[in-house]
């Protein structure tokens, strides 16, 4: 696999890594929670004790789920076209692995990452590295071993 100069966009990339802190920042000043994916998601399904962060989890996720739509739409959707490299079944088992994943290490990447990491976290600090290091081996993996060193 070749790396496209199209494909390296720092400026739309600076853009989108404010958008992000932005939104972690806005979330904590205004609601005083984490955005953390897996818990605003987890919030939303059933069983519930407290339904009174309902309207904000929802309205997170709708964000999240039309902000790419809504891109596509304005870029047209050939610049916005995405490329599904991996049957749908394993796609759901890896979407499976991840929820696994966010369950047994307390929180997601986003938790984690951008949020975690903001606050000096330690234990965040250690979720991040465990999780580049887990990314970087399966890619590792997939590409070198898996596929016979062709890629």
Excluded: K
Aim: glycine residues 14%; charged residues 5%.
């Amino acid at each position: 696999m070749s790396f496209a100069a199209e494909s390296f966009t720092p400026v739309l990339s600076l853009f989108g890594g404010i958008l992000i802190g932005a939104a972690a920042v806005m979330l904590m000043a205004l609601n005083g929670r984490i955005a953390g994916i897996s818990g605003i998601v987890s919030g939303l399904l059933p069983p519930q004790s407290d339904r009174t962060g309902l309207a904000w989890r929802l309205a997170f996720v709708v964000g999240l789920v039309s902000a790419p739509l809504l891109q596509m739409v304005i870029a047209g959707f050939e610049r916005g076209h995405i490329h599904q490299v991996a049957s749908l079944p394993i796609l759901g088992v890896a979407g499976l692995l991840v929820g696994f994943g966010t369950v047994l290490g307390n929180g997601c990447t986003s938790g984690h990452g951008v949020c975690g990491i903001a606050r000096a976290s330690r234990r965040s600090f250690v979720a991040v590295l465990v999780f580049m290091a887990s990314a970087m081996t399966t890619v590792f993996i997939v590409r070198h071993i898996l596929a016979g060193g062709s890629q």
